[in-house]
């Protein structure tokens, strides 16, 4: 492989174990050199019988037949299962190892994919990947170990012959699965890019297809899945016919074979130096021979596969791990982080840049987060509250600045609830989470008359993606699975998404009540401003220009990066920020927010 193959980073996330491939070799070169044993052994009893020697001088070979056309069969299957097991547990162990990785690392990788996208890599593109086991790098040991095993026996009879077997083999190896290659190196990342489209498209009509009808886009859509779909069967058809030039290509090697064995051997039987019975086994062995050659096309295709594969996993992975990124120009936050002996500090952010792909959102943003602290991120939409979150749990690289303490989770307001019952949807926070802790945790963010409500209660079954709950009942199950994980620093964004204003305010004081209860602490991003006076303080983000117009309820805006340009408790930016005041005012006479 080359250096900078993306297989090479890839195949360690396989923990493949070197014991077990060479098993499924050694099984698979069993398997084969039996059937090259047999055509020998077959060849030689056909011609010795035709001579009508005494019947014990052919029993040994007809016990071999019999017993190399069983052997076939059994070590085929033992071979189909030592390297079936090897790519299986590579395939676990790599999606294992991709989900690790990504949940370790910055987001920034995955947050531009489409859903669907995003399953065909986890997906087809493991299981392509591990199959590079079984379906190249199983069959390129076998054939040469096969290969080998068949020149040094018709060499043994007559070696003029194994030399020709040898590059005929040569030829039928190398040449065929590399044409195959290069015909199918622009094919197979055409066929994986129209595979991920194909999955991206067909997904959205599963999930959207009622709200696509409605709108009116559901035909152009199925073209869009048509035309996916087209552009996979031409890139298949594109390889249908590499492999049958590089069939062909076997074939010839395989006759060629055949008559220089004829050519060669023939006159060697006429000056006696071969026998005729031998004549017999050099001419038919290479028939069997080819066999070996006969998967290093599909090999060599499959090694591309795997290798464009590899390249959109490696997409998906970060470069590096998610450490702090140094600062370089200091800025003037509107906080010093404090340093003094024996504070205990759970997460500090350090004069904090966050952004996208090198862009700032926020700029300068200082923060010390101690046990049972409660703070609140306000600010127009837009204005990079989520940013800074993500920033703050290490999903994104902060742009400048440090981030220091790694147990935070971050909270998002659109997280996914599985197919699969409350209980285990709970417990996607902490795996030994009990029915009584799930039933405590709903009560406290006001499922608990949802629960009763439920025909199995805990156990009652969710729709994929919860689309039997509310946005409401969404938002509070988030929120309850935060409430069990075992992080020490919550980072919630938007807890007040699609619920009425006393339920949202009650939620947002739930959170701090658990902060304080429990030694952890929280950071809440909300719109809405009238719950946060329970939060110790509020940090108000946005740009000067626009603080004075709107603080909490505006559209996002464009141009330089927001900054904190006020903080403290709510009852001070009530007093010393007209546009926060404002803010809130608004909020008291608009209707609340419908309870979905």
């Not at 080819?290 to 499959?302: G, H, I, K, M, S």
């Not at 989470?433 to 409500?453: F, M, Q, Y």
């Not at 509310?470 to 935060?482: D, Q, T």
Request: aromatic share 2%; net charge neutral; glycine share 10%.
């Amino acid at each position: 492989m080359l250096p900078h193959d993306p297989l090479r980073r890839v195949l360690p996330l396989l923990e493949v174990h070197r014991g077990r491939v060479v098993r499924a070799v050694a099984l698979g070169a069993l398997a084969l050199g039996s059937s090259v044993a047999l055509a020998a052994v077959s060849a030689w009893l056909i011609a010795r019988a035709s001579q009508m020697p005494p019947v014990l001088q052919l029993s040994v070979a007809v016990v071999s037949v019999r017993a190399f056309g069983i052997g076939r069969g059994v070590l085929r299957y033992l071979e189909r299962l030592a390297s079936h097991d090897v790519a299986l547990r590579g395939m676990a162990a790599l999606r294992a190892n991709l989900y690790d990785a990504l949940a370790r690392g910055p987001v920034t990788g995955v947050v531009a994919l489409r859903r669907g996208e995003l399953l065909a890599r986890v997906g087809a593109d493991v299981d392509a990947v591990g199959d590079v086991v079984v379906r190249a790098l199983v069959p390129a040991g076998v054939a040469a170990v096969v290969g080998l095993g068949s020149v040094a026996l018709v060499g043994a009879f007559l070696p003029d012959a194994g030399l020709a077997l040898l590059g005929c083999l040569v030829l039928a190896g190398l040449l065929a699965p590399w044409l195959a290659a290069r015909s199918a190196a622009a094919v197979e990342r055409r066929g994986a890019d129209a595979r991920a489209e194909v999955t991206a498209r067909a997904l959205e009509l599963l999930e959207d297809g009622q709200q696509l009808r409605v709108a009116g886009r559901l035909g152009g859509r199925l073209e869009e899945l048509r035309a996916a779909d087209a552009r996979l069967a031409a890139a298949t058809d594109d390889g249908a016919r590499s492999g049958a030039l590089a069939a062909a290509v076997g074939a010839g090697a395989q006759l060629l074979s055949v008559v220089c064995s004829l050519v060669l051997g023939i006159p060697a039987t006429v000056t006696g130096t071969l026998a005729p019975v031998e004549l017999a086994v050099v001419v038919l062995t290479p028939l069997a021979a080819f066999e070996a050659t006969q998967a290093l096309p599909a090999a060599a295709v499959q090694l591309r596969r795997s290798r464009e594969a590899a390249r959109r996993l490696v997409e998906l992975l970060p470069d590096t791990p998610a450490e702090p990124s140094p600062g370089q120009d200091p800025r003037p936050a509107g906080h010093a982080p404090d340093r003094s002996p024996g504070s205990a500090v759970l997460l500090r952010l350090d004069d904090v840049a966050a952004g996208w792909d090198g862009t700032t959102a926020v700029a300068g943003v200082g923060l010390d987060l101690r046990p049972g602290s409660v703070v609140a991120l306000a600010g127009p939409s837009g204005v990079g509250k989520t940013t800074l979150l993500l920033t703050a749990a290490r999903l994104l690289p902060a742009l400048a600045g440090t981030v220091t303490g790694r147990d935070a989770l971050f909270v998002a307001e659109d997280g996914h609830l599985f197919g699969t019952t409350v209980l285990e949807n709970l417990r996607v926070a902490r795996a030994d989470v009990t029915p009584d802790e799930a039933r405590e945790a709903l009560a406290a963010v006001g499922l608990d008359g949802w629960l009763a409500a439920l025909p199995g209660g805990l156990d009652t079954v969710l729709g994929t993606g919860a689309g039997d709950v509310s946005g409401g009942e969404r938002r509070r199950l988030l929120v309850a699975r935060a409430l069990l994980a075992p992080a020490r620093v919550l980072l919630v964004d938007e807890p007040a998404e699609h619920l009425d204003a006393a339920t949202a305010d009650a939620l947002v004081r739930t959170l701090a009540d658990h902060a304080r209860r429990t030694g952890r602490a929280v950071v809440v991003a909300s719109h809405r401003l009238a719950a946060l006076d329970v939060a110790d303080e509020v940090v108000l983000l946005g740009r000067r220009d626009d603080a004075e117009h709107d603080a909490g309820h505006d559209a996002g805006h464009g141009g330089a990066a927001a900054t904190v340009v006020a903080r403290g408790r709510h009852a001070d930016l009530l007093r010393a920020e007209p546009a926060y005041a404002w803010a809130a005012a608004q909020e008291s006479r608009r209707p609340d927010a419908v309870h979905a």
